[in-house]
T-cell receptor, first 110, second 118 residues
């Protein structure tokens, strides 16, 4: 699996955009980049995934660097319910063998 | 449509006992995955199953751990002769058969079973 580097924690004000970075310099050419988040005492929740192009869905946007060595998850307007640990996970093909690192703990303040 | 259901939510076992963790995937999902989250760590993949088949068990400890997904009923993760180091949160996820045009698929996770070995 590709090694990832994410900040341990980040803080944001409510209703402001949040950019969560992830470095995955050893990613292979066929690895998808998955983002999941985990609220306290909950199972992980899918956020978004992509391969090369930037991706948007109702939850977030994913910006993937041209060389694919890094990506950024963008929450357009953070809410208190977005406070969670966010995991960036490069994974091959179907992405079933997801191995979560320590992620970024996002704190959202009113 | 109910999500992935795991039970029990909390399980306490004494050292040497057996632990059985159950997972019912989302309706229509035929792929099940088990993960383990040790304290202060991220989730680690254990095993991937389809009905009556183990597809990939590369993350399973070689001894005491087994998993099944029978034709009828939930998937079971079984830990024999539990030790304190087995204390963790065990998560199950499921996904549909169709992977979609993206070539990858979203996995839906249950709320986990927190196993405590005393």
């Amino acid at each position: 699996d590709a090694k990832t580097t994410q900040p341990n924690s980040m803080e944001s004000n409510e209703e402001e955009p949040v950019h969560l970075p992830c470095n995955h310099s050893t990613i292979s050419g066929t690895d998808y980049i998955h983002w999941y988040r985990q609220l306290p005492s909950q199972g992980p929740e899918y956020v978004i995934h992509g391969l090369t192009s930037n991706v948007n869905n109702r939850m977030a946007s994913l910006a993937i660097a041209e060389d694919r060595k890094s990506s950024t998850l963008i929450l357009h307007r953070a809410t208190l319910r977005d406070a969670a640990v966010y995991y960036c996970i490069p994974s091959s093909n179907s992405g079933y063998a997801l191995n979560f690192g320590k992620g970024t703990s996002l704190l959202v303040t009113p | 449509n109910a999500g992935v259901m795991q039970n029990p939510r909390h399980l306490v076992r004494r050292r040497g006992q057996e632990a059985r963790l159950r997972c019912s995937p989302m309706k229509g999902h035929s792929h099940v995955y088990w993960y383990r989250q040790l304290p202060e760590e991220g989730l680690k993949f254990m095993v991937y199953l389809q009905k009556e088949n183990i597809i990939d068990e590369s993350g399973m400890p070689k001894e005491r751990f087994s998993a099944e997904f029978p034709k009828e009923g939930p998937s079971i993760l079984r830990i024999q002769q539990v030790v304190r180091g087995d204390s963790a949160a065990y998560f199950c996820a499921s996904s549909p058969l169709y992977r979609g045009q993206s070539g990858s698929t979203e996995a839906f996770f249950g709320q986990g079973t927190r196993l405590t070995v005393v």
